[in-house]
């Protein structure tokens, strides 16, 4: 189809363009004007830039293999058919992910334009059947490897097959998609009762025990506790007493007795706190005895799927472990709760991925604007940053001070008013709020860790655990 020279001459020039191309998905992430191209066309571009294989960037391995081409068209030209072939299979893996995951991406299509012009310009008809073979193992290979990375196992999952509840213009509403929209409240409840049945459980189980040792003694519940279990009592000591009074200084403001009457009725409860723990312990030591045992579950944390394309992210997209935060600028909670997730990135590096989703709640005047500025900060690569002055902020916010903040941080301040006056990212902040709504979040801060949906400030110890559990399941486990 091609002579000997012009086909070296065109697979140079592909080499040459998608070199450039991969270079330039990966200058994305730093050079402002690039990435105002990419997000002209969607926000797929600032997700799938992310992505690695084996640790490495996308970007990084297409800048590698358009090296290797050049190199082929230059020395090796019997290699460059299957080259193109292994191309072409992690080009089809590609292609499957970013449709999957709706995720548009400009470099993704303009390097896969580029793969099928090497398809043809190095097409051996002798080779056809090797190439095929060398193809389709590409593709299996990079699918397996790319699958938990891109989240390509979802398109295996079957429909929605629970109980339909309600129809609405003929739309079936379906009990799995009820729960789904009160997942955190459902949890929530599912936790009081389970407390409910745990704590009446534990009563029991603890008076059981008490009552079969008695019996085997031959002696009484009462006798057996204050003969066995507590024989001389419990003292308290004034210093408790004081303990308890200053870790409890503003509910002894309500006290309308006399300071010698509270001490008197601190001490009294304190006694019995203590007893009732000598004889939950005594208790524990006889569960062996006795092969006592607690079956009941704790509620698991709702399981969802959120959309992260074109979401501001820390860390590598193929992190073991993605940890999601919706959000609201002015939330003191979601303010307090800053310093936990910080120590989640510096303790868990790049285990961990932080990806972060606005939500900004009606009653707080300016957080969607904030949202919007933050948004606007991360054109010119400073999201993170503008993000921390604005959760250190606590006074109002409105738009002077927003652009003030710009100019501290030594943005452009002519792209970054252009960008929060004309609204830019209005609708994506209104996304992620839809977004909230749809799988149940219901309050800021809320986390998402692996799919589960956590409400509330979580502390860094609890955070550490649920993400420690997550690191520790068998390999492809959900």
């Known amino acids: 189809m091609f002579g000997e020279r012009l086909q070296g001459r065109v697979l140079f020039g592909l080499s040459v363009a998608g070199f450039v ?11 402002p ?4 191209m990419c997000r002209s066309v969607s926000d797929g571009c600032a997700d799938t830039v992310r992505y690695t294989l084996l640790k490495v960037p996308f970007w990084a391995w297409g800048v590698g293999f358009y090296l290797l081409l050049g190199l082929a068209a230059w020395k090796l030209r019997k290699g460059v058919a299957w080259l193109a072939a292994v191309a072409t299979g992690v080009e089809v893996t590609l292609v499957w992910m970013m449709i999957s995951l709706d995720l548009p991406c400009l470099f993704c299509v303009a390097n896969l334009v580029i793969v099928l012009m090497l398809q043809v310009v190095a097409f051996q008809r002798h080779l056809t059947w090797q190439t095929v073979s060398a193809a389709s193992l590409s593709f299996v290979l990079s699918f397996f490897l790319l699958a938990d990375t891109a989240g390509l196992r979802k398109i295996f999952s079957g429909p929605d097959n629970s109980e339909v509840i309600a129809k609405i213009a ?6 799995r998609r009820i729960e789904i929209m009160l997942g955190a409240r459902l949890y929530d409840l599912k936790k009081e009762i389970f407390k409910l049945k745990k704590d009446r459980i534990d009563h029991l189980l603890l008076d059981q025990l008490i009552e079969k040792e008695a019996a085997s003694r031959g002696m009484t519940f009462d006798d057996f506790v204050n003969q066995v279990i507590v024989p001389n009592g419990v003292t308290i000591e004034e210093a408790e007493i004081d303990g308890y009074i200053r870790e409890n200084r503003d509910r002894m403001r309500e006290w309308t007795g006399t300071y010698e009457e509270l001490r008197e009725r601190i001490r009294g409860f304190l006694e019995q706190q203590k007893r009732f723990n000598a004889i939950r312990a005594y208790g524990k030591s006889l569960e062996p005895k006795y092969g006592a045992a607690i079956y009941l579950k704790e509620p698991q944390y709702p399981i969802v799927e959120v959309k992260l394309d074109g979401s ?23 303010r307090a709760t ?4 910080k120590k989640v990135k510096s303790h868990f590096g ?31 690569s400073r999201f993170w940053d503008y993000q921390d002055v604005l959760f250190a902020w606590e006074q109002e916010l409105d738009v002077t001070q927003l652009k003030r903040f710009a100019r501290d941080l030594g943005l452009s301040t002519r792209m970054f008013d252009e960008c929060l006056d004309s609204g830019k990212y209005k609708t994506a902040v209104e996304r992620d709020v839809e977004e909230a709504v749809r799988i149940g979040v219901d309050r800021t ?5 692996n799919g589960k949906l956590i409400v509330g400030g979580p502390s860094f110890e609890r955070f550490e655990k649920i993400i420690e559990e997550e690191l520790n399941k068998p390999k492809g486990k959900s």
């Open 33 to 36: 004007w690039l990435q105002v």
């Open 170 to 175: 003929g739309e079936s509403v379906t009990d």
């Open 445 to 449: 801060p809320s986390f998402i860790v």
């Open 350 to 380: 790049d285990r961990v991925r932080l990806v972060f989703k606005d939500y900004p709640l009606k009653r707080h005047k300016n957080a969607h604007l904030a949202a919007q500025a933050a948004r606007c900060a991360g054109d010119q």
């Open 312 to 334: 501001p992210s820390l860390g590598p997209a193929d992190a073991p472990v993605t940890l999601v935060e919706f959000s609201d600028y002015q939330c003191p909670a979601c």
């Open 21 to 31: 191309i991969s270079a330039m998905a990966g200058l994305s992430e730093v050079l």
């Open 338 to 341: 800053q310093e936990g997730v």
